[in-house]
């Protein structure tokens, strides 16, 4: 396929502008179409050099991705022209996915190799194709662009963010993941004694062994294990609250990325996970199981998971679990509430939890509200107004609204009043904005795991 190139259009203006001189000047008919020819050949013998086989292109990408992360793609050009090719290249994407690269641009040398890469980043998991790759180069003449399709139609699945985990495994084995949870061997102390280390600075001071310290001549700590072969399910509510988006990641998705980390660190613990999604019916039920591919399981049943906009049956996913789930277990459970229903009815499920299990309820804060109550521009209106949201104020509340003001004061309120119900009722409460979930759900199943709570 050839597209006029920029040339192509100025040079197409000369013959426009004699032609509307003729009226006043009949001597520039002959001019005009003489141009006219000349343009029309020029274009033509442009087109006819511009055939031929010019470039190849292949891509190479995981059959994986992870959502909301940069996920990287390597495309491989290989020049069969004489000449050096100016390419623009793009990739036909699946719908909620972004390229912040794209399009390309390749300076490829004659009859030379160029590899580049460029990052895909998904907003919806499931199965998704990735389309056909196109590239555009100028002619001989510069008087077109080519535009040459291949066809790389590349199916792939969007999973829960699975380089999190990759990330900690690296970190595990190097011996350092306290660089993502600090407070794993600190909480470890009153558990079972498991082996003698090299000390860090995030460990207590009450850590250090000071015969085998002697003894090395270094500074060595002891390491704790913590009790294992418990029971952890993750509730995760798939209704029309969880749809409510985060740095473009809906919460149930925020949702899905910690389960995945903390299921990652519980089973490589020894502990044994599972998983209940429900919005008006339970979407899937996984029970708990360990071994080394419970968190595959996981990410199995889960990948294909959506919130749908309906209201939960909570009591349902509950009962469920409660005939299912006999063992006593820890249950974490992930909701949004902004109204007496929804709160009336974790209530009623939580208290059903008790004595058996061990509920742990992460409620998500909503940031926009807790913006208008600090007077800063909430994140979802400085996108469409374009002014700061920062941590510093940035506009007096008088400028947003005080009626809106005091509705973010008396949401807060019924929120707390609703946490201190839930405690009250047995209940550990994780509340938390989306940005910092994983991290402070971690440290809190380490917490209840040191105090023996389970």
Same mark, same amino acid.
């Given at each position: 396929?050839l597209?006029p190139?920029?040339?192509?259009?100025?040079?197409?203006?000369?013959?426009v502008?004699?032609?509307? @001189?003729?009226?006043?000047?009949?001597s520039m008919?002959?001019?005009?179409l003489?141009?006219?020819?000349?343009?029309?050949?020029?274009?033509?013998?442009?087109?006819?050099?511009?055939?031929?086989?010019?470039?190849?292109?292949s891509?190479?990408?995981?059959?994986?991705?992870?959502?909301?992360?940069?996920?990287?793609?390597?495309?491989?050009?290989r020049?069969?022209?004489?000449?050096?090719l100016?390419?623009?290249?793009?990739c $036909?994407?699946?719908?909620?996915?972004?390229?912040?690269?794209?399009?390309?641009?390749?300076?490829?040398?004659?009859?030379?190799r160029?590899?580049?890469?460029?990052?895909?980043i998904?907003?919806?998991?499931?199965?998704h194709?990735?389309?056909?790759i196109v590239?555009?180069?100028?002619?001989?003449?510069?008087?077109?662009?080519?535009?040459?399709?291949?066809?790389?139609?590349?199916?792939?699945?969007?999973?829960?963010?699975?380089?999190?985990?990759?990330?900690?495994?690296?970190?595990?084995?190097?011996?350092?993941?306290?660089s993502?949870?600090?407070t794993?061997?600190?909480?470890?102390g009153? !558990?079972?004694?498991?082996?003698?280390?090299?000390?860090?600075?995030?460990?207590?001071?009450?850590?250090?062994?000071?015969?085998?310290t002697?003894?090395?001549?270094?500074?060595?700590?002891?390491q704790?294990?913590?009790?294992?072969?418990q029971?952890? %399910?993750?509730?995760?509510?798939?209704?029309? @609250?969880?749809?409510a988006? !985060? $740095?473009?990641?809906?919460?149930?998705?925020?949702?899905?990325?910690?389960?995945? @980390?903390?299921?990652?660190?519980?089973?490589?613990?020894?502990?044994?996970?599972?998983?209940?999604?429900?919005a008006?019916?339970?979407?899937?039920?996984?029970?708990?199981?360990?071994?080394?591919?419970?968190?595959?399981?996981?990410?199995?049943a889960?990948?294909?998971?959506?919130? $749908?906009?309906v209201?939960?049956?909570? $009591?349902?996913?509950?009962?469920l679990?409660?005939?299912?789930?006999?063992?006593?277990?820890?249950v974490?459970?992930?909701?949004?509430?902004?109204?007496e229903?929804?709160?009336?009815e974790?209530l009623?499920?939580t208290?059903?939890?008790?004595?058996r299990?061990?509920?742990?309820?992460v409620?998500?804060?909503?940031?926009?509200v807790?913006?208008l109550?600090?007077?800063?521009?909430?994140?979802?209106?400085?996108?469409?107004?374009g002014?700061d949201?920062?941590?510093a104020?940035?506009?007096t509340i008088?400028?947003?609204?005080l009626?809106?003001r005091?509705a973010?004061?008396?949401?807060?309120?019924?929120?707390?009043?609703?946490?201190?119900?839930?405690?009250?009722?047995?209940?550990?409460?994780?509340?938390?904005g989306?940005?910092?979930?994983?991290?402070?759900? %971690?440290?809190?199943?380490?917490?209840?795991?040191?105090?023996?709570?389970?």
């Amino acid at each position: 396929m050839l597209v006029p190139n920029r040339s192509m259009v100025w040079l197409a203006v000369v013959p426009v502008i004699l032609a509307a @001189m003729i009226p006043f000047d009949e001597s520039m008919l002959w001019p005009m179409l003489a141009v006219d020819a000349g343009l029309v050949v020029l274009a033509a013998l442009d087109a006819l050099l511009t055939r031929g086989k010019a470039v190849t292109v292949s891509r190479r990408c995981a059959e994986v991705f992870s959502i909301g992360r940069p996920n990287h793609v390597t495309v491989e050009l290989r020049s069969q022209a004489r000449r050096r090719l100016k390419i623009e290249l793009t990739c $036909e994407l699946f719908d909620d996915a972004s390229a912040p690269e794209l399009p390309l641009q390749i300076n490829l040398r004659s009859r030379r190799r160029a590899v580049e890469r460029f990052r895909i980043i998904p907003r919806k998991r499931g199965a998704h194709v990735l389309g056909d790759i196109v590239v555009r180069f100028p002619s001989l003449l510069g008087l077109w662009k080519r535009q040459v399709r291949f066809p790389a139609a590349h199916r792939i699945r969007v999973y829960p963010d699975v380089q999190q985990v990759r990330t900690w495994e690296l970190l595990a084995r190097q011996d350092r993941q306290h660089s993502l949870m600090r407070t794993t061997r600190r909480l470890g102390g009153e !558990s079972e004694f498991e082996q003698l280390r090299d000390y860090s600075r995030d460990d207590e001071f009450r850590s250090i062994d000071w015969k085998a310290t002697a003894r090395r001549g270094k500074l060595t700590a002891r390491q704790y294990q913590l009790e294992s072969n418990q029971n952890l %399910i993750f509730v995760l509510d798939a209704g029309r @609250m969880m749809t409510a988006e !985060s $740095e473009g990641i809906s919460l149930y998705d925020h949702s899905l990325n910690a389960c995945l @980390m903390l299921a990652h660190v519980a089973a490589r613990g020894g502990d044994r996970i599972g998983l209940l999604s429900f919005a008006d019916q339970v979407q899937a039920f996984v029970p708990p199981t360990g071994g080394r591919k419970a968190v595959q399981r996981l990410i199995q049943a889960s990948y294909a998971l959506h919130p $749908e906009i309906v209201e939960s049956d909570a $009591e349902q996913a509950f009962g469920l679990l409660n005939s299912r789930v006999r063992q006593r277990t820890m249950v974490v459970i992930f909701t949004s509430i902004v109204d007496e229903r929804g709160a009336d009815e974790l209530l009623r499920v939580t208290r059903s939890l008790f004595p058996r299990h061990l509920p742990l309820i992460v409620l998500f804060r909503d940031l926009d509200v807790d913006a208008l109550l600090e007077g800063r521009t909430p994140a979802a209106l400085a996108q469409h107004t374009g002014t700061d949201a920062s941590p510093a104020p940035t506009k007096t509340i008088g400028e947003l609204d005080l009626y809106t003001r005091g509705a973010a004061a008396e949401l807060l309120t019924w929120r707390e009043s609703l946490i201190r119900k839930l405690k009250n009722s047995g209940a550990l409460i994780l509340d938390v904005g989306p940005e910092n979930l994983t991290p402070n759900l %971690i440290n809190r199943y380490l917490e209840i795991k040191a105090r023996h709570l389970l």
